[in-house]
């Protein structure tokens, strides 16, 4: 069930463009790193390892106060476990008594020297595994739960339905990227800050797995200047 509510909501942040471009500017990094600072003291770095030969990093923050559970949390696309919006909702979780996982999927935040293979939407299995693995840090002290956001919530959409309790008992998708198609044509048809953004990081991102996998073949010079010419 999809609930939408503007009740709450200033009349100056109703509009979701508004929303989404002061969720990452300056002021609000700021505001989530000095929030989460409790989250971030009770991490540890911990790389999981997947069957199918994925390697994904991860920080697991215990919670040696509450024991209401494990959340994983997922980033959306070019974010990672440091993004804005993670640490803001990993910190009110930790505060409420949760132990928070933040998982950067593959070739997200500093983890591109990590698999040779570059990161595509079709990755579901190794993300599931990581949520699975995730979860046991947690044995027998509460729920397990996931959380992910845009594309992030699109793929914590698809582990739930391949996890099942205990493996996972709830799923929460913050605005899920439902159909990649009619995604791409609002970001290309769209406010150009988006393409912007998104082309700008991709491209920045490409160039790095350029540099540390140069069997790859990744010529910069000929991936596009648009989302769609870079995705073909």
């Not at 293979?117 to 046991?136: L, T």
Request: charged letters at 20%; a positive charge; one cysteine or more.
């Amino acid at each position: 069930m999809f609930v939408r509510s503007e009740q709450s909501v200033p009349f100056y942040l109703k509009n979701g463009h508004i929303q989404s471009v002061l969720a990452s500017v300056g002021p609000r990094r700021a505001v989530a790193r000095r929030a989460s600072a409790g989250l971030r003291a009770a991490a540890r770095e911990i790389q999981l390892k997947t069957p199918c030969g994925a390697t994904l990093l991860g920080y697991y923050s215990p919670n040696a106060v509450g024991q209401k559970g494990i959340v994983t949390l997922i980033h959306g696309w070019e974010g990672s476990s440091d993004s804005s919006y993670v640490l803001s909702a990993g910190a009110k979780l930790f505060e409420s008594g949760f132990s928070v996982f933040r998982l950067n999927m593959r070739d997200h935040g500093l983890t591109k020297h990590l698999n040779r293979d570059p990161f595509n939407s079709c990755r579901i299995e190794e993300v599931a595994e990581a949520v699975r693995q995730a979860g046991k840090m947690h044995e027998g002290q509460g729920g397990r739960f996931l959380a992910g956001y845009s594309l992030g919530g699109n793929f914590a959409i698809r582990v739930a339905g391949l996890l099942s309790p205990p493996e996972l008992d709830r799923t929460v998708a913050v605005c899920p990227v439902l159909n990649p198609h009619n995604a791409m044509e609002r970001m290309e048809k769209g406010l150009f800050i988006y393409r912007r953004y998104f082309v700008h990081k991709w491209r920045r991102s490409m160039g790095v797995k350029a540099a540390l996998f140069p069997e790859l073949g990744i010529e910069m010079g000929r991936v596009g200047t648009t989302l769609r010419e870079m995705h073909d």
